[in-house]
């Protein structure tokens, strides 16, 4: 695909500097055509025509994502960034590194706005090429700092897998940080994994060699397995036994009444109630009269 302005000015050169200015390269990254040569004004006043040149350059699939990123860039008002790119050797891929300005929240968290913008890319670059053209793109070296991370992480839970017997699960990712895990895992003896999931729900499951080994439950000290917690079969109260049963009428007399003595002395033989002294509760208080 090409991709060409072209400008207009007193001198070639200067027609030459507009044509490049308008496609956002570099005069040295452009070829060149001439269109019109620059015709003088006869007397200074009459006729004359300026100079015509078409600038263009031959886009391949790392050149159209570039382009299409630009765009985006510039709309979230990041106009001074620049976008490098890094082909590889085989031409099956390129890695775009953004810089400039203020892009490190191009980023988004654990790099979920970067890798939607790299797939957009991903699909510009191959819009109208036969084979697959595998497009990166970083910021500042996050994808290295992170794949250092991953590649820690894998290790981590590989070990973990191997001493537990158990599977451990990461959260969704993307294939490409699912291939560094998966590449990490493999480095430890005994240690396997594979993916789970489809789509954005895809995660990684890291677990050991020939399946997850059973491990029985722990009994605590001091208690028998298989039997309550409170011995006899007695329930643990709950809070909410009902009404309490009626205490002893001897609990409810006045207090008075249950500190009465009991060893007072009998009436005599022959004696009826009416005949009682009149004693007081506590004895015969002798009062001596007032002088």
Same mark, same amino acid.
């Given at each position: ?53 078409? &600038? ?95 590649? &820690? ?139």
């Amino acid at each position: 695909m090409r991709k060409e302005a072209i400008g207009t000015g007193d001198t070639v050169e200067e027609a030459r500097a507009k044509a490049c200015q308008e496609l956002g390269m570099d005069p040295d990254e452009a070829e060149f055509e001439i269109l019109q040569m620059p015709v003088r004004k006869t007397l200074g006043l009459f006729g004359g025509s300026p100079a015509k040149v078409r &600038a263009y350059v031959e886009e391949g699939p790392a050149e159209k994502a570039a382009s299409y990123l630009g765009s985006i860039l510039k709309h979230l008002g990041l106009d001074d960034v620049q976008i490098d790119i890094q082909k590889e050797e085989n031409n099956s891929g390129a890695m775009l590194s953004i810089t400039g300005g203020d892009v490190g929240f191009v980023i988004g968290h654990r790099g979920e706005t970067l890798d939607a913008l790299q797939y957009l890319a991903g699909l510009v670059a191959n819009q109208s090429e036969d084979a697959y053209f595998r497009i990166t793109l970083d910021i500042g070296n996050y994808r290295e700092k992170r794949r250092e991370t991953l590649e &820690a992480l894998g290790k981590k839970l590989a070990a973990k897998a191997v001493k537990t017997g158990r599977n451990n699960s990461l959260e969704p990712m993307n294939p490409y940080e699912r291939r560094i895990i998966h590449t990490a895992v493999q480095q430890i003896e005994g240690a396997t994994s594979w993916s789970e999931g489809k789509d954005q729900a895809c995660h990684v499951v890291v677990g050991p060699e020939g399946g997850e080994k059973y491990q029985p439950r722990r009994q605590q000290s001091g208690r028998p397995s298989g039997k309550r917690p409170y011995g006899g079969g007695h329930r643990p109260y709950s809070g909410n036994r009902g009404p309490r049963p009626q205490q002893k009428n001897n609990a409810r007399r006045p207090y008075e009444e249950q500190k009465r003595p009991q060893t007072q002395a009998s009436p005599a033989a022959g004696a009826t109630a009416e005949s009682k002294p009149d004693v007081p509760l506590y004895g015969r208080i002798n009062r001596t009269p007032q002088q």
